[in-house]
């Protein structure tokens, strides 16, 4: 059964450090998403995307937050100067169509685990 | 502020046991909802979609209750892997937004 994939599976990093995030996406699916949960929250909504370009995106992804599809496959979501507050697990999601205001099923990777220290 | 709410739980019950979850949400232009399983440090696992009043899948079902904006689960004939945090999830436009989760423990 077709899965999304992520690497790292854990990153440990320094405060002000740049840091990228890597999806492969279930391979006939055009809609790619990044959340993340902070332990013993919520899972949070961070952004879309499609056809090359976010589509929505939430609060949490300001200026520091970029997302690429850098070829065909893989989908990154980079941290440009990491906070102590950006410690969290990333989850990489995908769907596969998406009509009018119904979103149809996102399938989540296993996730990054990203430690800022 | 667009919320899904859920009861924390924890949710204690014995196998072979039937639960029920509700989940209410404040966004009315919500036009799907979800039912994932997440387990422990785990990522969610889609367990039921809701796009009209409800859904069945085994021992499963999802309910729709759009006047009064809320969706339940209910499982019949709890097993011990049924053990994990069911999240409630309601999406409007490309973006889907989660609950807390409510945690379900199975005892023997």
New interface residues.
């Given amino acids: 059964e077709p899965e999304v994939t992520q690497t790292p599976s854990h990153q440990v990093t320094q405060m002000g450090q740049e840091v990228i995030l890597r999806c492969v996406p279930i391979s006939n699916h055009l809609?790619f998403?990044w959340y993340r949960q902070i332990l013993g929250?919520?899972?949070?909504?961070l952004v879309?995307f499609?056809n090359n370009e976010i589509?929505?995106k939430?609060e949490i992804f300001d200026d520091q937050f970029s997302v690429e599809r850098p070829d065909g496959s893989n989908f990154t979501l980079k941290i440009r100067s990491t906070k102590l507050e950006d410690s969290a697990?990333y989850?990489c999601a995908s769907s596969t169509i998406?009509e009018?205001?119904?979103?149809?099923?996102?399938?989540?990777?296993?996730?990054t685990r990203l430690t800022v220290t | 502020r667009k919320e899904v709410e859920q009861d924390p739980g924890p949710f204690n019950v014995p196998e072979g046991a039937t639960v029920a979850f509700n989940c209410t949400y404040s966004n009315s232009a919500s036009q799907s909802f979800f039912w994932y399983r997440q387990d422990c440090r785990k990522e969610p696992k889609l367990l039921m979609s809701v796009y009209s009043s409800g859904n069945e899948d085994g021992r499963f079902t999802a309910q729709l209750n759009r006047a009064s904006q809320y969706i339940s689960l209910l499982i019949r004939d709890s097993k011990l892997s049924d053990s994990a945090t069911y999240l409630c999830g309601s999406g409007a436009g490309n973006m889907l937004t989660f609950g807390g989760g409510t945690r379900l423990m199975v005892k023997p």
Wanted: aromatic share 34%; no cysteine; proline share 4%.
């Fill in positions: 809609y998403y929250q919520k899972v949070e909504f879309s499609y589509s929505e939430s697990m989850f998406y009018g205001q119904t979103l149809y099923e996102q399938y989540f990777g296993p996730g």
